[in-house]
């Protein structure tokens, strides 16, 4: 069974920036798509950047410019940098891991970005 863990999580003040870590384990890394959601509250989990199978890196309009994705295959691990943050970038930032041959998903628990001054 794949297991998700995200950290790099935190408080950091308008135009800072994070880097959120998402470490793979029980699963073949290679199988997977990966990508970063987020939900603020009251409001739906959204996409915030996410690998395709075949073409460009997925960013939401609200990361283009600010945010990469990245994986490390070595490490099974994903990674969301994210520069000139926000408030309105405060949510909980999850992890996926997406099944490339079934669509399956594999969530993480979360980790906590609040931006504010």
């Known amino acids: 069974q794949a297991q998700l863990v995200e950290s790099g999580g935190g408080l950091v003040q308008p135009g800072g920036s994070l880097t959120l870590s998402c470490a793979v384990s029980g699963i073949y890394f290679p199988f997977l798509l990966m990508g970063w959601y987020r939900q603020a509250p009251g409001k739906q989990r959204e996409l915030v950047a996410a690998f395709r199978n075949s073409g460009p890196i997925n960013y939401a309009d609200s990361a283009k410019g600010r945010f990469t994705i990245s994986k490390d295959n070595a490490k099974n691990t994903a990674y969301l940098q994210m520069n000139s943050l926000k408030p309105d970038d405060t949510a909980v930032y999850y992890c996926?891991?997406?099944?490339?041959?079934?669509?399956?998903?594999?969530w993480g628990q979360g980790t906590q970005v609040t931006v504010s001054s």
């Open positions: 996926n891991a997406q099944l490339i041959a079934s669509g399956y998903n594999y």
